[in-house]
């Protein structure tokens, strides 16, 4: 088995190349999910020049084997449960209750480190390019696009560097487009396919978001969505 990707920089400037068709185009928006994510999403930002948000999620983990994702968390209540693994693992109620109030928790604290007092990007109307560093069974991707959903964005795009095939193919039925670089078989995680999977720190996510190579970010954009002049 031979590595795909040196780090998530190569792979957002790889991923970058087959966007470049949303270089500069107003309304389009990339939005990675913290924390891996978000190198990816940068070099894409970066090269095409459009804004760069986050969305913020969280994998709900199975109690002992918390890298198997029973469903995930995000913003406003957003929470997508996957039923038949729950059912086969005989999970109760009370035990996904207890798992994402640990995992909110962390939420509404990375939301108040990553944003500061800054809102997020209102996505109406906007093509929005949602990023990870990968996708294994793609709860916490789910539970993101359920939440840029509700905002009713004109496009959503899933650009992930490495999956399963059979995940892309559920994605592809649900998004207007899913672009993905790779998809070995068999799988088995998505860190095997990176030779430098060094976890991302809070620090990086918060320098990334905030750099001056990105376009600035115009504070008035929520406003201006939604309360356009007469």
């Known amino acids: 088995m031979s590595t795909l990707f040196h780090d998530r920089q190569e792979a957002g400037q790889l991923l970058a190349k087959k966007l470049k068709g949303y270089t500069h185009r107003e309304n389009v928006v990339v939005v990675g999910l913290p924390r891996g994510g978000v190198p990816v999403a940068y070099e894409i930002a970066k090269v095409l020049q459009v804004p760069l948000d ?114 892309v193919q559920q994605f592809a039925q649900e998004v207007t487009q899913v672009i993905c670089l790779e998809t070995p078989t068999p799988f088995h995680a998505i860190g095997l396919w990176y030779k430098n999977f060094a976890q991302t720190t809070d620090e990086e996510v918060c320098h990334l978001l905030h750099n001056s190579d990105l376009p600035p970010w115009p504070t008035a954009h929520s406003a201006m969505k939604s309360n356009p002049k007469d």
């Open 54 to 167: 986050v969305c913020i999620v969280r994998k709900l983990g199975i109690p002992g084997h918390k890298e198997l994702a029973m469903g995930a968390i995000a913003s406003n209540g957003v929470r997508w449960l996957n039923y038949p693994l729950i059912s086969d693992w005989q999970i109760s109620s009370q035990a996904i209750e207890e798992v994402a109030a640990k995992e909110l928790r962390e939420l509404q604290r990375r939301d108040r480190v990553y944003r500061g007092d800054r809102d997020p990007w209102n996505v109406q109307n906007d093509c929005v390019i949602v990023v990870d560093d990968g996708l294994a069974t793609g709860a916490s991707m789910r539970a993101a696009i359920h939440v840029i959903e509700q905002q009713h964005p004109a496009e959503i795009i899933v650009a992930i560097p490495v999956a399963p095939r059979e995940t």
